[in-house]
């Protein structure tokens, strides 16, 4: 079964650009989360989406925002980029849209905001 | 306000010998723990996790161990091997079925040779 699959694995981009960033779940996983990490703050989520609905949304602004599809598939969205915004996005899925289902991580995209 | 702690960001052991990574919460509600294991470049990967219902949970050389009244967890690895070199995260969720989990900062493991 393949994993997780994110899409581009690098990017660079300057500030006030915009970027959609792609996550491709686990086959028969319906549950999407985002998580950003930057050095020395481990990771901080951003949202999840279950059957194309956000069900939980992190502390960010709403320069942030996502969605999913009907194939499970998810995309990130940030607007008007700026330099704190540089980090590692990594994508999850997992089969339910619970705290104890285990969430299986892509191998996430580098974002670096100039 | 973090809810996880992992309050040593880098431990370096001898290969062979314990490595033990600690990970506080403070939020009551917890009761399902998860260490995940991140190598540079790579997504975390999952490891081994713990319901509040136990105080033990072991898979081969991991051993978590959850201390609910001093709401500490912590990880155990046995014998310490060089590929076992990574940053290790703490996750927490509560059980209400909505919420996410919660991570660590991480703790950069070294396992010398």
Known sequence: KAGVTQTPRYLIKTRGQQVTLSCSPISGHRSVSWYQQTPGQGLQFLFEYFSETQRNKGNFPGRFSGRQFSNSRSEMNVSTLELGDSALYLCASSLKASGRAVEFFGPGTRLTVL | ?113
């Open chain 2, 1 to 113: 306000d973090q809810q996880v702690k992992q309050n040593s960001p880098s431990l370096s052991v001898q290969e062979g010998r314990i490595s033990i990574l600690n990970c506080d919460y403070t939020n009551s509600m917890f009761d399902y723990f998860l260490w995940y294991k991140k190598y540079p470049a790579e997504g975390p990967t999952f490891l081994i996790s713990i319901s509040s219902i136990k105080d033990k949970n072991e898979d081969g050389r991991f051993t978590v161990f959850l201390n609910k009244s001093a709401k500490h967890l912590s990880l155990h690895i046995v014998p310490s091997q060089p590929g076992d070199s990574a940053v290790y995260f703490c996750a927490a969720s509560s059980g209400s079925g909505s919420e996410k989990l919660v991570f660590g900062k991480g703790t950069k493991l070294t396992v010398n040779p």
